[in-house]
């Protein structure tokens, strides 16, 4: 269990929050890549062992390798790095009876459920420069495990039938073959939408809509928020 000490810990480096110092991406014309200086790493070896400064500097170098290549192969390598962390349940992990980590939190413990594995996800692939409306968190119902579950959608080419990225399942599978998730609601930086039908779903706001969504972005650095901010108003004037 990571104790609200350790959390409090994980969100202080000199005064300022741990995460938004570690998670600390270039300009934007070199946004594709992360990089979390040696101070930091510094920082996550003594709090969380040598594995841990490990697990970051693997997903580091992830994230390097992957420059360039196709999305299938960034999907495939992405999904099967983050489903070697441990499942963990948030009351066990996290002391809190729901926390949604940041990348950083879920690598340093080793540790998270299904909502971390989307998010950290999410967030490699955006670095990798996968576009913000070709990615959703989704919250479906899972029926094999009968519970509320969250997996990450790539709409890609597909507006209708995404490639599901699950930590249950070690490969990746269409929407179409996953008859046991039942599709509730998704979002992403742009917006939140009813997907009790599969396909797009419904815009019904924005993903500030959601408390735990706010929170996890509060704990990312201004330079990943700038940044979205600038997508979004790009991709709206190019609807326009």
Known sequence: MVSNRIIASLCSLAGACLLMAALALHTVADISLISVSPAVLGQIEDRFGRGAKRRIERWQKLVFDLQGES?????????????RIRYQRDHKHWNQEDY???????LSTNGGDCEDYAIAKYFTLRALGIPDEHLRLTYVNATEIGEAHMVLSYYGDSRVNPQVLDNLKPWIQKASERGDLQPVFSFNGGGLWNSRERGNGRLVGGSDMLDDWSNLLSRLPPEYLQFESQQVELAAAGAG
């Not at 495939?76 to 489903?83: H, M, P, Q």
């Open 71 to 83: 999305p299938d192969k960034q999907l495939a390598k992405v999904n099967g790095f983050f489903n």
């Open 100 to 106: 949604w980590a940041t990348p950083i939190e879920f």
